[in-house]
Structure formats: structure tokens, C-alpha cells
């Protein structure tokens, strides 16, 4: 049975790769492996930067007097919706003021168009574009990872508007969960096209293996390290 069907909420039909229950259709060993992986890893490196995220959550705070995490409605495996967290790293009116960008900026319209960024956002703090270039501005996420919401590696998790741009590859993107790291992050994040992202998440998918997730995470080191594609 192949793709059929994505609803508003963004819930795929039953398909090629996706369960008649939104589950994503996968070994249970190789299931139960991936989870208890992400688990343990989830686990222990959250009790490692637990100080990390503390003293930037507090110095957001002190930036502005709001909160420091923020979550987002994000889609992931089966097409079902969660509440992404991240440290905030842009300013408190954040949608309001991209409403206004691209209502009186062209240039900026089009590239939000194309890519769902802005390479100059005026819309970040300056902690906010440290914490993007470092990557800690997605250490939250640790606590999705824990929750089932996502996993250590896979597609970076999208919001409503970005499903049309996945087109038919949109049941490619939710037969995994949504990654903390991926092959995005690893090989170019920002500098990449659009059509190239969703490329390097259909070629996830459909190669998965404990062994592709580990040589992703090791990668992702020296990717973070000298800010890869990070803007």
C-alpha cells in the first residue's frame, strides 16, 4: 500500500511506511534497540549539561524578564503533533515581528520563502545567535527525547507550514522520529537548499541503522564544534 494522504493536522493516512495507528512501521528489535539507545544517551548527557542549560536559561532571563525555554508545535513520527523545546533565542514578540518583516522587507519574504530562514534575523538576540551557532539552544530537546518525542538522530522536526514542501517524501520524514542530530546538522545545516534538506532526510529514513545513527553522532562533534552551517 503506498502514500496516501497528509489531513491539516498534518496526520499522514495509512501508508507505505506508516502504520494503519500512525506507528512508523520498523523491526521490533530494531525498535526497542533505537529507543533504549536514545534513553540511556538522553539520560546521561542531560546530566551533563543540566549546568549548561541552567546558567543560559538564567541569563535569557536576565536579558528581558521572560521565560528562557519556549516550546514549539512540531510534527514527527506518524505525522503526530508535540511541543518542541528549546532555549530561547529570539526576541519575546518573535512571531508578531516576522509578520512585519515580511510585510515591508521583499528580499527577506523570498528567502523565508524558500528556506523557512532568515540568514540576518533581526528577530535574535545577541545570546540568542551564541546559543544557535553553539547549538545549546537545543539542548532542551534531551527532555523530548526522554518523553518519546524524539529521538538522538533523525530529521530535524518541522512545523505545520514545511509539510507541503516534503510533498509525496512527507511519509519518508514521519516513518522515523524527528533527531536531535541528523544528517542535516552534519552536512551543511543552513548552507543547504531546502530540496537538499528534505533529500538528506528521505536518505535517512530510508537507509536507518544503529551504526548510521552512532557515525551521525560522532560527526555532529566536530560539526558543532566549528559551527557548521550554523546561523
Excluded at 530494531?30 to 539520560?43: C, E, N, Q, T, W
Aim: aromatic share 8%; with cysteine; charged share 25%.
Amino acid at each position: 500500500m503506498g502514500f496516501r494522504t497528509v489531513d491539516k493536522s498534518g496526520h499522514v493516512d495509512q501508508g507505505e511506511f506508516v502504520g494503519p495507528n500512525g506507528q512508523q512501521r520498523e523491526k521490533p528489535l530494531g525498535r526497542i534497540s533505537k529507543r533504549a539507545f536514545d534513553v540511556v544517551g538522553a539520560l546521561a548527557l542531560l546530566i551533563l549539561v543540566a549546568p549548561v542549560i541552567i546558567f543560559f536559561a538564567l541569563l535569557i532571563r536576565l536579558q528581558d524578564g521572560q521565560r528562557a525555554v519556549f516550546s514549539q508545535n512540531r510534527f514527527g513520527a506518524g505525522g503526530k503533533s508535540f511541543k518542541c523545546f528549546k532555549l530561547r533565542s529570539m526576541v519575546p514578540n518573535a512571531g508578531e515581528r516576522l509578520q512585519e518583516i515580511l510585510a515591508t522587507d521583499s528580499a527577506m519574504r523570498r528567502e523565508w520563502e524558500e528556506t523557512q530562514k532568515l540568514t540576518d534575523d533581526p528577530r535574535i538576540t545577541p545570546l540568542g545567535r551564541l546559543l544557535r551557532k553553539s547549538s545549546i539552544d537545543e539542548l532542551p530537546q534531551l527532555l523530548n527525547v526522554l518523553r518519546g518525542d524524539m529521538s538522538l538522530v533523525g530529521p530535524r522536526p518541522i512545523v505545520q507550514n514545511e509539510i507541503e514542501r516534503y510533498g509525496k517524501y512527507y511519509h519518508d520524514y514521519t516513518s522515523v522520529q524527528p533527531g536531535i542530530t541528523g544528517l542535516w546538522q552534519v552536512k551543511g545545516r543552513s548552507d543547504t537548499t531546502y530540496p537538499e534538506r528534505v533529500a538528506l532526510d528521505v536518505e535517512y529514513a530510508r537507509n536507518l541503522s544503529f551504526w548510521g545513527d552512532i557515525k551521525i553522532m560522532l560527526m555532529t562533534i566536530p560539526a558543532v564544534l566549528f559551527s557548521k552551517g550554523a546561523h
